[in-house]
């Protein structure tokens, strides 16, 4: 009991101590970063999303927490609150303005014709400068940060998936190179806007593999030889490559526009390429097949049938269950990732071996231990 007490007050004590340069957070883009909004929005999201860890749905694209909750942790912070969430959230760390099913570019079609999100980059980036301006008229009152924090706030930008997957899908391949630079373009005004805004220290996140996603596996057309190693589509990564290249040429050019900010380049796409293709060698069993999903097989995914859905097909009824396991698995329900992928993006993040140019959390912050 001595010994539990001791280990006890110094947990206490360090996270007393704990100091951190940035004050608040502020989250912008689509599902990877979620934490809500798009629930707050439309809530309709069925178990057993959020089965890990909070036990219930909680908007969150995952079976517990996405990558942006893990961060939060080890910067000291409480859960970031989504912008859109009116009722329990506290925004004295920050707002978490990402929605699912976001895009970089304005969508040419509405959510329920597509399942595109209508707050696309430009809407969030307007939502926080609604949310600056009423912080700064409030001065800081109730649930809202002091009106100075804006310049020593850690701002993330990690938008782009659904442009590229929409065009692919509905344009092929061909598609990612009519789209690529007006996404990328969007990305750089949206930097510079929160520049504008007293942001100092922006962190643009790359696009993951998705030739490795086990719903565009089943849903993309291609050839078994486009299949690699760890059976992901070479082609579709191959494309991503070039997506990524533009950003971060793009990234490059506005950080030296802004020489008085820390615009940084996060390469999440070689942490979750390496996830994919070695699973075992991080704890898991399962790459490219999904834990929530329906049809077994390769992949565990039925586009008619989404995670916690039940549907009748061929004149029987369909339900997407989720695994006992998901620990072992990368892919969540074929789109998005697993909690526990998710903490290991997240320490990816924190340890800094993923930024151009480099840059180390240590030198601002106590880093907690997150898991």
């Given at each position: 009991?001595?010994?539990?007490?001791i280990?006890?007050?110094?947990?206490?004590?360090?996270?007393?101590?704990a100091?951190?340069?940035?004050?608040?957070?502020?989250?912008?883009g689509?599902?990877?970063?979620?934490?809500?909004?798009?629930y707050?929005?439309f809530?309709?999201?069925?178990?057993?999303?959020?089965?890990?860890?909070?036990?219930?749905?909680t908007?969150?694209?995952?079976?517990?927490?996405?990558?942006?909750?893990?961060?939060?942790?080890?910067?000291?912070?409480?859960?970031?609150?989504?912008?859109?969430?009116?009722?329990g959230?506290?925004?004295?760390?920050?707002?978490?303005?990402?929605?699912?099913?976001s895009?970089?570019?304005?969508?040419?079609t509405s959510?329920?014709?597509?399942?595109?999100?209508?707050?696309?980059?430009?809407?969030?980036?307007n939502?926080?400068?609604?949310?600056?301006?009423?912080?700064?008229?409030?001065?800081?009152?109730?649930?809202?940060?002091?009106?100075?924090v804006?310049?020593?706030s850690?701002?993330?930008?990690?938008?782009?998936?659904?442009?590229?997957?929409?065009?692919?899908?509905?344009?092929?391949?061909?598609?990612?190179?009519?789209?690529?630079?007006?996404?990328?373009s969007?990305?750089?005004?949206?930097?510079?806007?929160?520049?504008n805004?007293?942001?100092?220290?922006?962190?643009?996140?790359n696009?993951?593999?998705?030739?490795?996603?086990?719903?565009?596996?089943?849903?993309?057309p291609?050839?078994s030889?486009?299949?690699?190693?760890?059976?992901?589509?070479?082609?579709?990564?191959?494309?991503?490559?070039e997506?990524?290249?533009?950003?971060k040429?793009?990234?490059?050019?506005?950080?030296?526009?802004l020489?008085?900010?820390?615009?940084?380049?996060?390469?999440?796409?070689?942490?979750?390429?390496?996830?994919?293709?070695?699973?075992?060698?991080?704890g898991?069993?399962?790459?490219?097949?999904a834990?929530c999903?329906y049809?077994?097989?390769?992949?565990?995914?039925?586009?008619?049938?989404?995670?916690?859905?039940?549907?009748?097909?061929?004149?029987?009824?369909?339900?997407?269950?989720?695994?006992?396991?998901?620990?072992?698995?990368v892919?969540?329900?074929?789109?998005?990732?697993?909690?526990?992928?998710?903490?290991?993006?997240?320490?990816?993040i924190?340890?800094?071996?993923?930024?151009?140019?480099?840059?180390?959390?240590?030198?601002?912050?106590d880093?907690?231990?997150?898991?």
């Amino acid at each position: 009991m001595l010994v539990c007490w001791i280990v006890l007050m110094v947990i206490l004590v360090s996270n007393a101590n704990a100091k951190c340069a940035f004050e608040v957070m502020f989250v912008f883009g689509d599902s990877n970063s979620d934490t809500g909004g798009f629930y707050a929005a439309f809530p309709s999201q069925p178990s057993p999303y959020g089965m890990t860890y909070f036990g219930k749905p909680t908007g969150r694209p995952a079976d517990g927490r996405v990558f942006v909750d893990f961060l939060a942790q080890g910067l000291g912070f409480p859960f970031i609150s989504p912008y859109l969430q009116s009722i329990g959230s506290d925004f004295r760390h920050g707002a978490n303005f990402a929605t699912s099913a976001s895009t970089a570019l304005q969508p040419t079609t509405s959510l329920f014709t597509n399942g595109v999100s209508p707050f696309y980059s430009a809407v969030q980036i307007n939502q926080m400068k609604l949310f600056k301006a009423r912080t700064e008229e409030n001065k800081g009152q109730g649930n809202l940060p002091q009106p100075d924090v804006f310049g020593k706030s850690l701002y993330l930008i990690y938008v782009g998936q659904n442009d590229f997957t929409g065009y692919v899908s509905s344009a092929g391949l061909g598609g990612v190179k009519q789209i690529g630079p007006q996404a990328v373009s969007q990305t750089q005004s949206a930097i510079k806007e929160i520049y504008n805004l007293g942001g100092r220290t922006i962190m643009v996140l790359n696009l993951a593999p998705v030739g490795c996603y086990p719903a565009f596996l089943v849903q993309f057309p291609h050839q078994s030889s486009d299949i690699d190693q760890a059976g992901c589509m070479t082609s579709y990564n191959n494309a991503v490559n070039e997506y990524n290249s533009m950003l971060k040429q793009a990234v490059q050019q506005t950080r030296g526009e802004l020489q008085d900010a820390n615009v940084i380049y996060v390469d999440t796409h070689s942490v979750l390429l390496e996830l994919f293709q070695r699973p075992t060698s991080h704890g898991m069993q399962h790459g490219t097949v999904a834990c929530c999903g329906y049809g077994g097989g390769s992949y565990n995914f039925n586009e008619q049938v989404f995670c916690g859905n039940t549907k009748d097909t061929n004149g029987q009824s369909a339900t997407a269950s989720a695994c006992n396991d998901p620990h072992n698995y990368v892919s969540w329900d074929g789109i998005h990732f697993t909690e526990a992928a998710n903490i290991i993006l997240a320490n990816a993040i924190l340890s800094g071996k993923s930024f151009d140019p480099g840059f180390s959390f240590n030198q601002y912050c106590d880093i907690q231990p997150i898991g």
